[in-house]
């Protein structure tokens, strides 16, 4: 291991692992083929008629260099197991949250509920992602810029404070597992709505819309159950059937033509 600053706990002269995971690699353990490797969509690559922007990746994205054994090993690794427990099945005799029956909405989509979720490590989960990327040198991650923001989402990560619900607040959404082509990953995409810049990240049937702006967003009712709360309770999106194929296919073309709106 080589020595150096941890940019999380900002510690010099500390050992710093040479592989730290960008995106948890738990998420990327039911994506793979018989090859041992996923999909992903390199538009930078990009060349009418060709296939070069469509990669067949064998590691999920990760750096050496950045965090040091303890922030990696103790604090992200709490955070990322909690995500996990979440989303995938356990036999471990723990506390973890659960589904509950969703509503169906006559515009093709599902509202889930989770119930027991415990807003610090689900919200502080997802934010050391999105941190991480964006501290990272990885092209893939090239559009995240966080600026002033990052250093108060570090403290939060690092501090295991989640703040109040309207500070960086998210919705979580997954795609049809039954109906739809849900193991993939798509680039990152940067939008601006409501005077706050949103960035997006789908992998492997998770697409996570994140809120940053310098002033604290006012949760509308309707809103405040679609983001991590403090009640312990989240409404979750499921997306329509083919969701994920048609956008898929519009990053595959490049095209806008049909490509799902958020």
Not at 15 to 25: D, Q, R, V
Not at 47 to 74: A, M, P, T, W
Not at 168 to 190: G, H
Not at 239 to 244: D, N, P
Request: glycine content about 4%; some cysteine; aromatic content about 12%.
């Amino acid at each position: 291991m080589e020595k150096g600053q941890c940019k999380l706990c900002l510690k010099d002269n500390v050992e710093l692992l040479t592989k730290s995971h960008i995106i948890p690699k738990f998420l990327f353990e039911d994506m793979k083929d018989d090859y041992n490797s996923f999909l992903q969509i390199d538009l930078d690559n990009y060349v009418k008629g060709r296939r070069q922007h469509i990669k067949n990746q064998r590691d999920s994205f990760h750096e050496s260099g950045i965090l040091c054994v303890n922030c990696d090993g103790k604090i992200i690794k709490e955070y990322e197991d909690y995500l996990k427990l979440t989303f995938h099945s356990t036999s471990k005799p723990v506390s973890r949250p659960y589904f509950i029956d969703g509503i169906q909405s006559s515009k093709g989509f599902s509202i889930l509920k989770i119930d027991n979720l415990d807003y610090r490590l689900y919200k502080l989960g997802f934010l050391s992602i999105l941190w991480r990327a964006s501290i990272s040198s990885l092209p893939f991650f090239k559009s995240i810029d966080l600026g002033p923001h990052s250093e108060v989402i570090r403290k939060m990560i690092l501090n295991g404070d989640a703040l109040q619900e309207n500070n960086y607040p998210f919705i979580t959404s997954i795609f049809n597992r039954v109906n739809d082509d849900f193991q993939i990953v798509l680039p990152i995409t940067k939008f601006k709505l409501m005077n706050y810049v949103h960035y997006r990240i789908i992998i492997n049937g998770l697409d996570v819309i994140f809120m940053i702006g310098s002033k604290n967003l006012e949760l509308a009712s309707v809103l405040y159950d679609f983001v991590p709360n403090n009640s312990g309770k989240m409404n979750v999106i499921m997306h329509k059937k083919y969701y994920a194929k048609n956008m898929m296919l519009s990053f595959v073309s490049k095209t806008n033509i049909s490509r799902p709106k958020y």
